[in-house]
């Protein structure tokens, strides 16, 4: 194909089957955007490898899918973990004999904590996580995408700015803002295009757990310019378009989805 370097680490992606249709991944999409996006992706047509660390919520999210019609596999990984994160990659290839995008949405939360009162070990995990993960990810995706082929890594409004009592979650993600960027630049002229969604609080289940019994939802709306939070859906859409082909000309950028609140 064209736009495919010669580099020598490339391996070259498997023999694709005859059916023509797009083939993609998604992390952490058991639940939330991640589960969004799977279900979008579906029904526009592809099939989704739905990969999770929580093999029940990936099963779920696949027969979601399919009673709408779309084919899917259900995949368990923990993308800290290099060998299932390459077992889970090879798994997706082996079954549908290619890989045109791949959303990167798992990761790991980290609040009330402040610096001084963080131990090493578990700013080292939320690291890991967040962002060794999402390296680990990309380095099996990558060889198997050719010209055309698009990468959606999930950051966060704090890969942006700060956000109070999360320093190792706001590193990380400033750290998968920038490995978007270096990829996107390193793999342009194999025709492949990496960008990040930055959600700013979204309505998914994990967030709904964290703001129980507290007044979260209603001060983080106060202070979001159209009033609401998102919903999985919102953010999900943004990371559906990226992967498109109408944005075959974007490459490398940070889009923010959080309701105008960096403007």
């Not at 939360?109 to 402040?114: L, P, Q, T």
């Not at 590193?171 to 990496?194: F, M, S």
């Amino acid at each position: 194909m064209s736009g495919v370097s010669q580099n020598a680490d490339r391996r070259p992606a498997a023999p694709r089957t005859a059916d023509p249709r797009r083939v993609g991944l998604v992390t952490g999409a058991g639940s939330g955007i991640g589960r969004a996006a799977a279900l979008r992706f579906a029904r526009d047509g592809a099939a989704v490898a739905v990969l999770d660390i929580d093999a029940g919520t990936a099963a779920e999210t696949a027969e979601l899918i399919r009673q709408d019609g779309g084919e899917a596999l259900a995949v368990t990984v923990d993308i800290a973990d290099e060998h299932s994160v390459r077992t889970a990659v090879e798994r997706t290839v082996a079954v549908y004999g290619g890989l045109d995008f791949a959303v990167n949405n798992a990761g790991l939360a980290s609040h009330h904590r402040r610096l001084d009162r963080m131990t090493l070990a578990e700013f080292e995990r939320v690291v890991h996580v967040n962002l060794a993960g999402t390296f680990l990810c990309m380095k099996y995706e990558l060889p198997l995408l050719t010209g055309g082929g698009a990468i959606v890594n999930i950051a966060s409004n704090g890969g942006l700015y700060a956000i109070g009592h999360a320093p190792a979650y706001v590193a990380a993600k400033h750290g998968v803002v920038g490995l978007t960027k270096a990829a996107a630049v390193d793999h342009a002229p194999d025709g492949v295009r990496v960008n990040a969604v930055c959600p700013g609080p979204t309505r998914t289940p994990g967030f709904e757990t964290v703001a129980a019994g507290t007044d979260m939802v209603a001060s983080q709306e106060a202070i979001t310019p159209l009033g609401r939070l998102a919903a999985p859906e919102e953010a999900a859409a943004a990371a559906v378009w990226l992967c498109s082909d109408a944005a075959s000309y974007v490459t490398g950028i940070a889009l923010s989805v959080d309701g105008g609140r960096r403007a």
